[in-house]
């Protein structure tokens, strides 16, 4: 690192430097040779070396100029790595598989979540992000109030693989961090229906603090409620927030069988 140019802190932007973590990074991915793997808010390269290393196609996601001439310089003999200039919240990434190894910026934690488990969803293979601690921990609540939460979940297997020790970075931050493997689940859900979905989460967690049979009967008649209730395990006297992603998707799919489109959910 040049003295004179450290990581701006505003942005949320620490270095990775623990050679132990970054192999842990890429070794719960499962990178294969042929993946396209996205490395966001790449900085020195230091994990985009190791990715190098693996796999023959590595987009590097950078912003800041000067990082971007470094990168450019560090890896101009490697043809197997794509430096792209841009802000991660405006980058298109292209309708193809891909895979995400990357220590995100937290300044950007939940664009980051957002465009890849929900936006990309039908792409996004799955891969490993190092982050801030607290939002990993909400990916995780018992009760859960937030539809993309229940979303990502419905779509992928998330573990929280272990805390990560401020000394790791350069600059350390203030803040705990965390390892988050992200692997690709067949969900019962086309995502194609992503929209329909979403809006369908949204309209039911309108009143997070409602037990699940008042809100089940929004949409349901009072027998298909029960029925739901016994086929999938839902308590209808505990808070809509207590329910699964798992029981989120089979109502959804109930909906789909048994209501007229004319009163699903719309934004």
Known sequence: MTKNKLPVRFTGQHFTIDNALIVDAIRITEIK????????GAGKGFLTVHLARQC?????????KFLLDFL??????KSN?????????????????????????????SCVLKSLMFDNVANFMGGSLIMQFEPVQKLFSEKIFNPYIIFYHTFFDLTLMYEVAPKSFMPPP???????????????????????????????????????????????????????SENYGISLNC????????????????MLDKIPERHHPTK
């Open 174 to 228: 203030k803040v705990k961090s965390a390892l988050l493997r992200i692997a690709k689940k067949e969900p019962p859900i086309s995502a194609k229906l992503k929209e329909k979905y979403l809006n369908f989460l949204f309209y039911m967690l309108q009143k997070p603090d409602l037990p699940v049979k008042t809100v089940l009967k929004k949409l349901f008649r009072k027998n298909q409620v029960r029925e739901i």
């Open 81 to 109: 790595v794509k430096i792209i200039d841009a802000d991660f919240r405006n980058y298109t990434i292209p309708n193809i598989g891909f895979k995400v190894v990357s220590s995100i910026p937290y300044g950007i934690t």
């Open 33 to 40: 040779k042929h993946d396209i793997v996205l490395d966001i």
């Open 239 to 254: 808070q809509v927030v207590n329910m699964s992603a798992s029981q989120w998707s089979a109502c959804f799919l109930e």
């Open 72 to 77: 450019r310089k560090k890896f101009s003999k």
């Open 56 to 64: 023959n196609n590595v987009v590097a996601i950078e912003n800041d």
